[in-house]
């Protein structure tokens, strides 16, 4: 116990300065203004998502079960050609409808917006609304956003596509929104397979979550006022609730959010952020360009089938290709304004994040964050871990090199349990702290090093009692001045002090009072000289002075100041006794009296032992 009090007196000084360097950090972490400083980390926490999310979609497989019909560059060519306009007429989606259906397909999901058209033809609109009554496993979208009012007039929705959603967490604010682009009644009449296909951005432009549903105002058809929220999924959650009710026995009757945040479907759970969106576990790119994902149709190609199909010619698609199949119909030509951009790739047609979830759904492969407790204690373990490197090894380079190790470790691991778990966990935080911990550890490391060395050093060149540099230290320092003196040829002096009747002092009063007026001389002789002079305890009672730059003659008067000032006052040795002290002192100036250590310290012995011959109490010379 002794010696940790030891330790800490010894280093106090040491453990004030590191408590105020990590107060000062926590300081300017506080400072900063939260909401940027949380942007800036949330945004290279995402980058680190899509980094790892990059690294393991190699590893990925999708479900080939599912295939996306798109509109690509080649039938935007061919249906402009062969219509002249783009919106196409909606018989155009009825015969591809009908030509999928035929082949006993699981389900048909439209990525695309059915909504009102000025050059509407309604023999075509009818060829669609009546395939959506004819095909109950076939849904479509629409889209909410914020539009002002007075730009468009929010509509009524037919609360038969909306859902009730039993929300038993606190911690769920879906997006809210006040406006929707709606699309055809007579097909919100002819099915409620309809479901909302918003995806909202990062502050970056990257999409990596989907609302699992969003909330929008029950109006009032005359005056617009809300009535009530109403909720509305997703819609490929919508097609994942029907075919798990079928293809799993699901028996799925209500949607349930749990306490944890969960969307319970079945037996699987749907993570949820706090604005009820889930985070997808990516691919890689496009089915367009990776042949490991998706498997992608082009539009013109089935079209070139139904007409082989009319003539009796071979048919571009093969047989039952889409039989047993989830089919999702969309586009990805860049002019329409349907290309996103996600962590596996800039350009990803917006019909394959449908497809994505629904994998992700089926693989029950969603990513979940980690709790909070759980990155904390991560956190604090790697920044641990990194002070651990530099107190316990002594090597700068494998200090450094042992903590490169420990943060691409961790770096693995973050991206090992998101491919095995599909847990996200932490790494900007964890990193940075541990980068500031390694840091501080090692500027707290050596200001420690550097104290006991001056700790050390003290003790080697100090003389304990008079806290004077002790005899070693004076003989080194005086041989360095006479060199430093004949480089620079310049000059300094030599005083040698002595106590007079030191020891008849110590038998009077004691070696205790002796010591008390050791440390009294010397104190004043350090208060008598400038900052840049050297006072040493020579040995015993005897005391020496090296003054730098001075020649003799002012040497002379320090020492014949310092001699009176010592003879001036009493010294109290207790509050009874007071008493007078005396001292002898000779001066050596260098080069006149000596050009060595051994010739200036006798020449400085010889003019004391004369101080002393002539009464004591004074200067002495040679004559």
């Not at 999901?109 to 059915?114: I, N, S």
């Not at 959603?165 to 406006?179: H, M, T, V, W």
């Not at 699992?212 to 609730?241: C, G, H, Q, W």
């Not at 039952?320 to 002019?335: E, L």
Request: proline share 4%; net charge positive; aromatic share 14%.
């Amino acid at each position: 116990m002794k010696k940790y009090f030891n330790f800490l007196h010894r280093h106090r000084y040491d453990i004030f300065f590191s408590a105020v360097l990590f107060g000062f950090l926590l300081i300017i972490f506080w400072v900063l203004p939260k909401e940027q400083t949380k942007n800036i980390i949330n945004i290279l926490e995402n980058k680190t998502f899509d980094i790892r999310q990059n690294i393991i979609a190699k590893d990925k497989k999708v479900n080939k079960d599912i295939v996306i019909v798109s509109v690509d560059d080649p039938s935007y060519e061919y249906l402009l050609e062969k219509y002249g306009d783009w919106p196409i007429p909606r018989s155009v989606y009825a015969q591809i409808l009908e030509y999928i259906q035929n082949q006993k397909p699981k389900y048909v999901a439209f990525d695309l917006l059915f909504v009102k058209s000025l050059n509407r033809i309604p023999e075509s609109d009818k060829s669609l609304i009546e395939g959506f009554t004819k095909y109950t496993n076939t849904y479509t979208a629409l889209n909410f956003d914020d539009y002002s009012f007075e730009l468009r007039k929010p509509p009524v929705i037919d609360k038969k596509i909306s859902t009730e959603i039993l929300i038993n967490s606190n911690n769920i604010r879906p997006y809210k929104y006040l406006n929707c682009r709606m699309i055809m009644e007579e097909i919100i009449q002819a099915t409620d397979k309809i479901g909302h296909i918003n995806t909202p951005k990062s502050d970056d432009g990257f999409i990596r979550a989907i609302p699992v549903f969003v909330s929008y105002p029950r109006y009032n058809p005359n005056d617009l006022s809300e009535i009530k929220n109403d909720y509305y999924l997703y819609m490929t959650i919508k097609l994942a609730v029907d075919y798990l009710n079928k293809y799993e026995n699901a028996n799925i009757k209500t949607i349930v959010v749990d306490e944890n945040n969960n969307l319970i479907l079945g037996n699987r759970k749907i993570p949820l952020t706090e604005k009820a969106e889930t985070i997808l576990n990516w691919y890689g790119a496009s089915g367009l360009e990776n042949k490991n994902s998706f498997k992608y149709i082009s539009f013109w190609e089935i079209l070139k089938s139904v007409e082989a199909k009319k003539n009796g010619t071979k048919e571009i698609i093969p047989q039952d290709f889409f039989k047993n199949k989830i089919v999702y119909i969309g586009t990805n030509v860049f002019s329409l304004s349907d290309i996103k951009t996600v962590p596996t790739s800039k350009y990803l047609p917006g019909v394959e994040i449908h497809a994505t979830l629904l994998n992700n759904i089926l693989d029950n492969n969603l990513i979940h964050k980690a709790a909070f407790p759980y990155n904390i204690f991560i956190s604090i373990l790697i920044a641990a871990a990194a002070a651990f490197t530099v107190f316990k090894i002594r090597s700068v380079y494998v200090s450094i090199t042992l903590f490169t190790i420990l943060i691409f470790s961790y770096l693995y691991f973050s991206a090992f349990i998101m491919a095995k778990y599909n847990v996200w966990v932490w790494v900007v935080i964890p990193v940075i702290l541990s980068i500031f911990v390694f840091i501080g550890a090692f500027i707290i490391k050596y200001l420690l090093k550097s104290r006991d060395f001056e700790y050390t050093y003290k003790l080697a060149t100090t003389d304990g009692l008079t806290e004077l540099y002790n005899h070693r230290f004076f003989q080194e320092q005086l041989r360095a001045k006479i060199k430093q003196a004949e480089k620079l040829n310049n000059s300094f002096s030599l005083i040698l002090i002595d106590i007079d009747f030191f020891k008849k002092f110590n038998d009077k009063y004691g070696h205790q009072a002796g010591d008390a007026v050791l440390k009294h001389v010397a104190s004043t002789l350090k208060k008598c000289v400038r900052t840049e002079d050297m006072v040493c305890r020579y040995g015993g009672e005897e005391m020496t002075i090296i003054l730098n730059n001075m020649t003799k003659e002012f040497s002379v008067k320090t020492a014949q100041k310092i001699c009176e000032t010592i003879a001036s006052k009493e010294y109290e040795l207790t509050p009874e006794l007071a008493v007078n002290i005396t001292i002898s002192l000779g001066v050596a100036a260098y080069p006149d009296n000596g050009k060595t250590p051994a010739e200036l310290i006798e020449y400085a012995d010889k003019c004391l032992y004369k101080a002393k011959e002539n009464g004591r109490n004074q200067v002495g010379f040679i004559e």
